[in-house]
């Protein structure tokens, strides 16, 4: 269901105001101070996050966002602040950019935070959305949803509850006993809680849920407000790590990336590639298509390639030396039934239009520089990327934590302890030590299932050839063409199209035959398309890329190989200590990358993490140990 943005309105004073719910965004006067008093006053910060390597703030209304200017201000200037701070918070109705600016101006002392803040604004649509901050380390997950149904979605152990939603008698989804029980399920051990409700209903809720409750002096004239501390003895469940180093196997997207954002989380660590550079492996095409996939119901793989779409344009913005170009992108429709679908799926899901139109015809023709017989999806921020120079940007970013070592293969991978606990070598054929260290990330793609630890992984290596062609006797393009094939604006005097997809075929040479069909689909959206060029004498490129039988990424912590008896819960099955993998990319590498090393990272730092919890059992190695359990279903794929 498309989100709905909230309207920005004041009551006579300039009070922001929800009409709603009818009720005000926070108090009449002095906003800043009432969050300072109740909500870090209420939960004893910043004391409480001091010295700490992690903290998790959780608020279940984000509104004007006036309690994460505060926090993120008190934070900044506390010299003993934690290494992290993550504020998680909830918005069912979240403001427009522009909006969000006019409001916040009424506090001049958070000017420069609230810019950053609107700079970051993501897109009004449904899901988790990552905003980072202060070189990475406070990072605002922000999830666009109702909090009384995605709080069971979220994964995250949270130090400190910010419960601000509109009044429980205006808005009382957001105080139930339901939501109480939801908030006590993501607390940490001793975690706190306030609020400006003491409604005896809310105080039921929460002493139910677990929390030992307090009364203390409100905020200017209301009486009172109410604290908690979580009461329950249970272990901490999402401990942070004590040695952060690590192992990547391969400098392709996947291995660049995940290595990328682990030292950007200040680990250590050590990338061992086969090839002669990063990115010289499935990644070393001379670019592929950025986009996401929709659907009209919004399933899991249109979920997983918006999100990641988002996630990679974010990171594309940090790391400016690599290729690229938001030119946009046409996914035209096959035939009239698919255009149908197409114009449908845009009506239901209500996108903005930053993200994703539907153009008819003529518009569509308009937008590629030539004429076409059918309209289709308009991605305007889509584009092109070069996945080489992605792999060398993300492992240049951190010199100082990332030791990169190419034209070394690894042989077999060892347990071993490290201290008191396990850990992982990587070695050679003659038995020689390459890096070792407590945990080990395989991203190998297609050679992944030669190890033994994962042989029994069920990813399969698909050949793709990809042809190029000069640039100077084709008509101009301006923007990523895609049909049933695509073609990539010129890059270097070379032409982009592809790309065949073949099982069970291990032929590493350019064949004439996939150069024809790369062409001959061109050619159904482009009639006379390089209608002067003899396959015979064209050339290109041939690589394997690593797919999963859903088609989805294989992202997580190992499993043992075992069968699971029975077993249909996931995290009930065995792992292997320290061993983790993202793997199953298949032709999606530059869509599910920067996402999928966030995912990973956030589980090994026991963070919050980027995705709802029902996206990352999709994702988890273990799905294909499920014996007895019904196998995900592969998701309808329309490319």
Known sequence: MPLQPARLEFTPDGTPFSAAYGDVYHAAHGGPEQARHVFLGGNELPARWRQRERFVILETGFGLGLNFLVTWQAWRDDPQRSRRLHFVSFEKHPFTAADLAVAQRNWPEFAALAGELQAHWPLPTPGIHRLRFADGNLILTLVLGDAATQLRAVNASV??????????????????????????????????????????????????????????????????????????????????????????????IAGSTTAHALAGAGWQVSVLEQGSEPGCGASSNLAGMLRPLPSADDNRLSRLTRAGFLATRALLAGLPEVRWSPCGVLHLAREAVHEAQQRRAVAQLGWPPELLQFVERDEAGRRLGQPVNIGGWWFPNGGWVQPSSLCKAALAAFPERIATRCSVAVNCLEQVKIGAKTGWRALDANGTVLAEAPVLVMASGAAAPRFAQLAWLPQVAARGQVSHLPAAHLAPLEVVLFQSGYAIPDIDGTRLIGASLSYDDEDPEERVADHADNLARIRLALPGFAADIDPAKMHGRVGFRPMSPDRLPIVGHVPEARPSSGNTRLHNLPRQPGLWCVQGFGARGIVWSALMADLLVSQLEGAPLPLENDLVNALDPARFLLRDARRPEAETDES
């Open 159 to 252: 130090d400190a509850f910010f419960l601000d939603g509109f009044s429980p008698a205006r808005n009382p989804e957001l105080w139930s006993p339901y939501l109480c029980k939801a908030l006590a399920r993501l607390a940490a051990p001793g975690a706190t809680l306030a609020t400006w409700s003491v409604a005896g209903a809310v105080r039921a809720a929460l002493a139910d849920a677990e929390f030992d409750l307090e009364k203390r002096p409100g905020f200017a004239s209301k009486r009172h407000m109410l604290v908690g501390r979580f009461r329950s003895r249970r272990p901490d469940r999402h401990p942070a790590p004590d040695d952060r180093r690590a192992i990547v196997i391969g400098a392709g």
